[in-house]
């Protein structure tokens, strides 16, 4: 029989593996995505990684929303400068289009074109195809069980921390 502090280690080294697992590129997701779409915006799939998919979801289709490369950092949850890297490829591509606001010269704003919308609607038939299917996996589970499982997770996700170590209160 395993001790808590065996099996503490286990469930670690479990939610180190469903990281990496849900953010490493997956030929999958890329076949399920290259299916729905043009020649074209097959092509320019190929360039983007994950990070990039989803950065493209943060940025808006339509004139109206402004969104600059702050704005878009902040949805994204990421430094400027990540999206700064990102978009000299993502405009090469013509994913993404600059412009300026009328009356604005100074601020440059973000808007997808249509291929790019055409690979950021792909990206979330992905997401809910995905999303579909883990909770068809989860179904197999006792509603108990889930509800020790969700509660192990809010802990751990809203558990302070000192330094690099949890705090136990």
Known sequence: METNQETAARIGELLGQLG??????????QEFMRESLGREAQAALEH???????LLGKIPAQ???????VGIAERAGVAKSTVSKALP????LELVQRYRLEGNRKEVHLRLTPLGEEIHDAHRRLHAEMTESFL???AQYQQA???VVVRMLTDLLHAPRRGVRFQIE
């Open 20 to 29: 990496e697992r849900f953010t490493l590129e997956d030929a999958d997701e």
């Open 48 to 54: 983007l990684n994950v990070s990039m998919l989803h």
């Open 63 to 69: 004139l109206g929303e402004a969104t600059n490369v």
């Open 89 to 92: 490829l993502l405009t090469r």
């Open 136 to 138: 068809d996996f989860l």
């Open 145 to 147: 069980d889930l509800e």
